[in-house]
């Protein structure tokens, strides 16, 4: 690193530095340090910044440039999913089994990784989040098995995708497409992915250069959220009606 990374302040309300004193390398290193306070993140997400580290690191707070973003019209299932979904039976709901999904996503054996960046603590601070009403899950489950699943914050107009996982294959996408089926009759356009990866880039993702991305955030997240809770408003959107 070129040069030293910006420590923040105790105080969960004081401000991260300007996002334009990210490091180019790694990719969007912002600060490091602070708490995973409801206060600090939320703030954080309205920034267009979010925590991202392993066990035995301090917090690391990141805002890449481009940032990779869903439309919430634009997340594409492959035409065998499609075809599998048809006759499924899979039913899709929100916020009927955040632990698991969050224990599940930190669980899953990921290829080319080893152990998990979602920590006990961090798994602590999106429940927190959840039971405030900020942080959200959409499952998927076959008679009532959950086979796939993902969470993220939703502030305002705006929802920012954390983790997803898969316990049968499709899972994950059928979930993430469930969300932005929501999300967009809802008025809910964009969807944060915060890094490329060619997964996410199959299911329709696009980069965003940062100052497009915050520029979005600010005004998305300043509008008024749709009253209601996600479970009654969600409903139970059956698989099939996504192929």
């Known amino acids: 690193m070129n040069r030293r990374v910006y420590l923040l302040k105790d105080d969960p309300s004081a401000p991260f530095p300007p996002l334009e004193s990210?490091?180019?390398?790694?990719?969007?290193l912002l600060a490091a340090g602070g708490d995973l306070s409801a206060i600090r993140l939320l703030n954080a997400y309205r920034?267009?910044?979010?925590?991202?580290?392993?066990e035995g690191q301090p917090i690391l707070w990141w805002a890449p440039?481009?940032?990779?973003?869903?439309?919430?019209?634009?997340?594409r299932l492959s035409r065998r999913i499609r075809r599998a979904l048809r006759n499924s039976?899979?039913?899709?709901?929100a916020d009927t089994a955040f632990a698991e999904v969050i224990t599940a996503c930190a669980s899953i054996p990921r290829a080319g990784q080893d152990g998990t960046w979602i920590t006990k603590e961090m798994q602590e601070a999106y429940l927190t989040l959840h039971s405030l009403g900020s942080?959200?899950?959409?499952?998927?489950?076959?008679?009532e098995r959950?086979?796939?699943?993902?969470?993220?914050?939703?502030?305002g107009h705006m929802f920012f995708g954390e983790s997803m996982f898969s316990a049968e294959s499709g899972g994950s996408k059928?979930?993430?497409?469930?969300?932005?089926?929501?999300?967009?009759?809802?008025?809910?356009p964009l969807i944060d992915a915060q890094v490329e990866n060619p997964h996410l880039m199959s299911l329709g993702a696009e980069r965003m250069p940062r100052q497009e991305f915050v520029r979005l955030v600010q005004r998305l997240t300043a509008m008024a959220a749709p009253s209601g809770n996600w479970t009654a408003r969600f409903g139970d959107l059956l698989g099939s009606t996504l192929a």
Do not use: C, K, Q
Request: glycine residues 12%; without cysteine.
């Open 146 to 155: 959950l086979v796939g699943g993902i969470y993220g914050v939703a502030i």
């Open 89 to 93: 039976t899979w039913v899709i709901r």
């Open 65 to 75: 440039d481009p940032r990779v973003v869903f439309r919430t019209d634009g997340v």
């Open 22 to 28: 990210a490091m180019r390398w790694p990719d969007g």
């Open 47 to 54: 920034h267009g910044i979010f925590p991202w580290y392993s």
């Open 174 to 188: 059928v979930a993430l497409m469930g969300l932005a089926n929501r999300l967009s009759d809802w008025g809910y």
């Open 135 to 143: 942080a959200h899950s959409v499952e998927v489950f076959d008679n």
